[in-house]
């Protein structure tokens, strides 16, 4: 019987956690770089630039630090000393995050208490027993814009692997612009609903597959790609389930593939996370400069278009744009104003501001058309808007940036300066004011 103490799990649990979070692995940067290398895309080249600064400069790769999720695998001859494991693991997940200034984004019930816990915990822990005498920790850091698109299909089980295919395209592709594509996918099939569920994340930090499996997720990623590059992996596993039963379930997750593993053996760990050689890129294209005070210029400008902002933006997202329509009296007057929707990862005494990118537009739809109609000049996000969105920005010759997802340690060298202006107590979610240069938006909708 091998002894393995706790200690050496919450000491692997942090380097995973500021691993996942500030390093991409080399398995996701090399296909990457391979597609950007054969189409010279732009958005590839930005996640490239982006990944490089976040390494450089010991930032998030997004600023979504997610929710962390941790496969733990126990060897039967194992015998754990010290503290609880689940206690270990979520002392280092809350140290992690506190210490390096990543954004805590769980809070503490879903339904009866939406306050944050300011620790990024409990964090998810499945544990499973194998045989052996070491420890395997396989680490996810997932984001909420790309979990939201998630699916669980419960086919029937005389359904073909072709209908399996099908069924899966079009899940994967309804994930669209909001999951900052090109997705990674993870793909359960079996077991029961809450299996096939889990068993579509835990492949996402696995290496484990059968040639069946393999071909099977290939054909899949090949039939989304058709029309343009959506998906840059398609990882799949199927496991047993009854003979009445064909659950599918879809993880959908960004190019910000976030993981780490190690294995602990004889008070050792052996950490498996491969550094990329980063390559240089230039930085983003000399497009034109408009400035955020210059309002007749943003109204003159066409969908299409691709400027870089430079002037006051505000930022806010979900809870802030609830309190400011139901208050008799809003912290700004909205006339004229750009609104940023993105929750910031909480910065350094040496930095302006954490990682900040776009979230998922999608969700501030309920306030929009507000906004728009009281004078709202823009909105700056990520995917599509809905139809009394898309009308009242129209009838208001109002515009609606896009962002390029997952891409915020290189959107927080654009900011000079950051104020909060209300709503403090909602952390990454209050309303804060930036003084932004040159971020590089298009125009979605005008």
Request: aromatic share 6%; glycine share 6%.
């Amino acid at each position: 019987m091998k002894t393995i103490s706790t200690e050496k799990i919450k000491e692997a649990v942090y380097k995973l956690c500021f691993e996942a979070n500030t390093c991409l692995d080399d398995s996701v940067y090399s296909k990457i770089l391979a597609l950007y290398n054969l189409t010279n895309d732009k958005v590839l080249k930005a996640i490239l630039q982006n990944a490089k600064i976040a390494y450089e400069k010991k930032l998030p790769l997004c600023q979504d630090t997610g929710q962390v999720l941790i496969f733990v695998e126990i060897g039967q001859n194992v015998q754990m000393e010290g503290e609880f494991i689940e206690e270990a693991i979520n002392s280092a997940v809350e140290k992690c995050y506190i210490e390096n200034f990543f954004r805590k984004s769980v809070v503490k019930n879903a339904v009866f208490n939406r306050d944050n816990t300011q620790t990024n915990t409990p964090a998810i822990i499945y544990t499973k027993v194998v045989k052996g005498d070491e420890i395997n920790i396989k680490l996810l850091i997932k984001g909420a814009g790309s979990e939201n698109k998630s699916k669980l299909e419960m086919m029937l089980p005389t359904s073909s692997q072709d209908e399996i295919i099908e069924k899966c395209v079009e899940l994967i592709l309804c994930a669209g612009k909001n999951a900052c594509p090109p997705m990674i996918v993870g793909i359960g099939i079996g077991g029961t609903a809450d299996k096939a569920s889990i068993l579509s994340k835990e492949v996402l930090v696995s290496d484990n597959f059968s040639q069946e499996e393999l071909e099977l997720a290939e054909e899949i990623k090949n039939r989304v790609n058709k029309n343009e590059n959506l998906v840059l992996d398609v990882k799949l596993k199927s496991i047993a389930t009854h003979i009445a039963c064909m659950p599918v379930s879809i993880t959908i997750n960004c190019h910000s593939d976030r993981f780490s593993t190690c294995s602990i053996k004889d008070d050792e760990i052996n950490y498996h996370h491969k550094t990329p050689n980063f390559v240089s890129i230039e930085e983003i294209e000399n497009l034109k400069e408009i400035f955020t005070n210059d309002i007749e210029a943003i109204k003159s400008l066409k969908a299409d278009e691709e400027v870089l902002l430079t002037g006051e933006i505000y930022v806010a997202r979900d809870m802030a744009h609830k309190r400011m329509l139901e208050e008799t009296e809003p912290p700004i007057d909205i006339k004229d104003k750009i609104i940023f929707y993105a929750g910031p990862c909480p910065n350094s005494p040496d930095r302006v501001i954490g990682s900040v990118g776009p979230t998922t537009s999608g969700r501030m739809d309920k306030f929009a058309v507000e906004l728009y109609d009281m004078g709202l000049l823009a909105t700056i996000g990520k995917g599509d808007r809905n139809i009394q969105v898309q009308e009242a920005i129209k009838r208001n010759n109002g515009k609606y940036f896009t962002v390029i997802g997952g891409i915020a340690a290189l959107l927080a060298d654009k900011v000079k300066k950051k104020e909060i202006i209300a709503y403090e107590d909602l952390g990454a979610e209050a309303l804060y004011l930036l003084e932004v240069e040159k971020l590089p938006v298009k125009v979605e909708l005008s």
